[in-house]
């Protein structure tokens, strides 16, 4: 009998390391895809597949460094006694990030190489648990990898983005795999998909003890999701409300229990939101700005993942109707409710009267709701008609297991490449960051030393590999060391620095430059897929705040120079600048060409 579990288990492991292994593959296909098409060797840096990676990145090299929970790696303004800080999208969504930095801390690990492994390792976890939850639920080793795969292969079609808009010729090629964005979504979402398996495992068991374990692994998991992603944690409250109303409405028979277990599992993951309940009191008001928060009860019908998820709950219901299947099944509940949940997130401003970019929804967790809806529909219907074990259905799920690896290949060629010329350019100038480090061993307090970057690209990336802040970047004001005011005026030093006249902010502006309309408008101005409220910059407001440039540029003393002081100054090797404005305030001496770009050593005058 032992031999006989342990082959069936030998069995079942094999099919998951299958699912396991090519979610692996496409995981790392970008940082595989910069080893070999670099122009020079390869420098050690991780490739990203999302422009926004820079900024977690750089929270979490702060992080392996020793520093504070409330830190602001752009600026250096980090969280002490003498100088507290509020509270940042990136503090109080702590757990993720920690999960990565302490063991990276342990063993030596650079944040470049923590942000690859990051990746890698939550595409196989989340290729495991969510064949576990299919095999328990379908009963087949077949649909279970098969299930896997469909649903982490498919997530950026079941969204309507990534490769189909190349193919069809009707859009761009992107994202890349969403859920793979490091480190959020990518650490909490196997954890979601296990908060899944988790309470079908609590409704399922029989036995007290088990249900007692089942309940505290979902509280655990809904914790860990509530200081991870706030996309995430609250589809999966939508999910955990949407199933506690499913079980109740459906299968009255046990209603006493499964009042008693819901109950419970309700309590408990009450105690993390009151936490985060407090920690969002303590918000920097810039981040209100930054997330886009609107007031709208307009419904919101228009998205793929809705549509999808409808699908699996029409075909649950029709086979209720037909009398296939009954509607106190646990799995008719289980489908039926995770395809409404699509519904539930795109509309729940209906009843909340509050839009928090729902494209967020759509792309990094919606949609892989409505795809494991889908298979789950599927899972009901080899319930219902007792084809499980049929050849026909092992046939079948090898077939979709197929062409989900093979949609894989097609959304990594695709979608990766839209981002090769920046990661091979960040790769090389990784020089520029080992030598800015060296730099800081000097310097009694490097975090506050600030680089002046020419380079948007190398900006952005620089808190990753040095210690240094710099002046200014595009993701800079996503943290809450600046308020929206200080953002904007840095960005105008930046222009300063750059010999840019308001002539030419006036010029980019009306030419929708996005670098500059993100700077001083925020994110939500330049598209409507962040906000249901985006409104097109008119001529006015273009108007006004060239003005104010203008007279930022014409009054610039002083304190404009030296608050912050800038010890650095990294230029790109391929282009000549004047410096006429930066030599007013600073002295210059060329300290290192390296990795394409030359920097420079200030001084104030």
């Known amino acids: 009998m032992l031999a006989e579990k342990s082959s069936i288990l030998r069995k079942c492991?094999?099919?998951?390391?299958?699912?396991?292994?090519?979610?692996?593959?496409?995981a790392a296909y970008p940082q595989l895809k910069l080893w070999t098409s670099g122009t020079s060797q390869w420098q050690g840096h991780y490739a990203y597949n999302d422009i926004d990676e820079v900024a977690y990145a750089a929270y979490l090299k702060a992080l392996i460094d020793g520093r504070p929970r409330k830190n602001d790696p752009y600026t250096g303004r980090d969280e002490s006694p003498e100088s507290p800080q509020p509270e940042s999208l990136f503090s109080?969504?702590?757990?993720?990030?920690?999960?990565?930095?302490?063991?990276?801390?342990?063993?030596?690990?650079?944040?470049?190489?923590?942000?690859?492994?990051?990746?890698?390792m939550a595409a196989i976890m989340s290729a495991f648990i969510c064949f576990l939850m299919v095999r328990e639920i379908s009963?087949?080793?077949?649909?279970?990898?098969a299930g896997a795969l469909f649903v982490l292969c498919g997530g950026a079609l079941f969204a309507g983005e990534g490769a189909i808009g190349e193919v069809l010729g009707i859009g761009f090629p992107y994202?890349?795999?969403?859920?793979?964005?490091?480190?959020?979504p990518a650490v909490p979402f196997p954890v979601f998909l296990f908060l899944i398996f988790a309470v079908w495992r609590l409704v399922n068991s029989d036995e007290r003890n088990k249900r007692i374990m089942w309940c505290a692994a979902s509280s655990l998991s809904f914790a860990f999701l509530v200081f991870s992603y706030f996309y995430i944690w609250t589809a999966a409250a939508a999910w955990l409300f949407c199933i506690g109303v499913g079980i109740l409405l459906f299968r009255p028979e046990k209603w006493k229990r499964q009042l008693a277990i819901l109950g419970v599992l309700a309590g408990t993951c009450i105690v993390p939101?009151?936490?985060?309940?407090?920690?969002?009191?303590?918000?920097?008001?810039?981040?209100?700005?930054?997330?886009?928060?609107?007031?709208?009860r307009a419904l919101?019908?228009?998205?793929?993942?809705?549509?999808?998820?409808?699908?699996?709950?029409?075909?649950?219901?029709?086979?209720?109707?037909?009398g296939k299947t009954k509607m106190n099944s646990l799995l008719f509940v289980f489908t039926a409710v995770t395809g409404a949940v699509p519904f539930v997130l795109f509309n729940q401003q209906v009843i909340t009267g509050m839009s928090l970019q729902p494209i967020h929804y759509q792309v990094f967790i919606g949609n892989y709701i409505a795809g494991l809806s889908l298979v789950f529909a599927v899972c009901l219907l080899i319930d219902c008609f007792r084809w499980t074990g049929r050849p026909a259905v092992r046939y079948a799920a090898l077939g979709i297991a197929i062409v989900s690896v093979v949609w894989g290949f097609v959304e990594c060629h695709y979608t990766v490449r839209v981002l090769d010329g920046a990661n091979i350019a960040r790769d090389q100038a990784l020089s520029v960051g080992r030598f800015l480090k060296l730099e800081a061993a000097s310097s009694p307090d490097p975090f506050r030393d600030t680089i002046l970057s020419f380079s948007n690209l190398h900006a952005d990336d620089s808190p990753t590999v040095a210690p240094q802040n710099v002046l200014w970047s595009r993701h800079q004001h996503v943290f809450?060391?600046?308020?929206?005011?200080?953002?904007k005026e840095r960005f105008y030093r930046q222009l300063y620095y750059r010999d840019l006249e308001p002539a030419w902010l006036e010029r980019q502006l009306k030419s929708r430059n996005f670098?500059?309309?993100?700077?001083?408008?925020?994110?939500?101005?330049?598209?409507?897929?962040?906000?249901?409220?985006?409104?097109?910059?008119?001529?006015?407001?273009?108007?006004?705040e060239v003005e104010r440039y203008r007279v930022f540029y014409g009054n610039f003393g002083r304190d404009e120079a030296y608050q912050p002081e800038i010890d650095f100054l990294v230029v790109p090797d391929d282009r000549e600048y004047e410096f006429e404005n930066l030599s007013i305030w600073y002295s210059m001496s060329l300290l290192e060409t390296t990795g394409g770009y030359r920097i420079y050593r200030l001084s104030p005058k």
């Open 92 to 120: 109080i969504q702590f757990a993720s990030p920690y999960m990565v930095a302490l063991p990276a801390r342990l063993l030596g690990i650079s944040a470049p190489t923590a942000m690859t492994l990051a990746g890698v």
């Open 515 to 544: 670098v500059a309309m993100i700077a001083l408008f925020g994110w939500g101005r330049h598209s409507g897929r962040l906000s249901s409220e985006a409104t097109p910059l008119s001529f006015a407001e273009i108007d006004a």
């Open 175 to 184: 994202p890349y795999f969403p859920f793979l964005r490091r480190y959020i």
């Open 13 to 26: 492991w094999a099919y998951a390391c299958v699912a396991g292994i090519f979610l692996a593959v496409f």
């Open 139 to 145: 009963g087949s080793d077949w649909v279970g990898m």
């Open 480 to 487: 809450a060391g600046l308020n929206w005011q200080e953002s």
């Open 273 to 296: 939101l009151i936490v985060y309940a407090y920690l969002l009191a303590q918000r920097s008001p810039a981040m209100d700005h930054v997330q886009l928060l609107v007031r709208s």
């Open 300 to 322: 919101d019908l228009d998205r793929v993942p809705l549509f999808l998820g409808l699908a699996a709950l029409l075909v649950a219901l029709l086979l209720a109707a037909f």
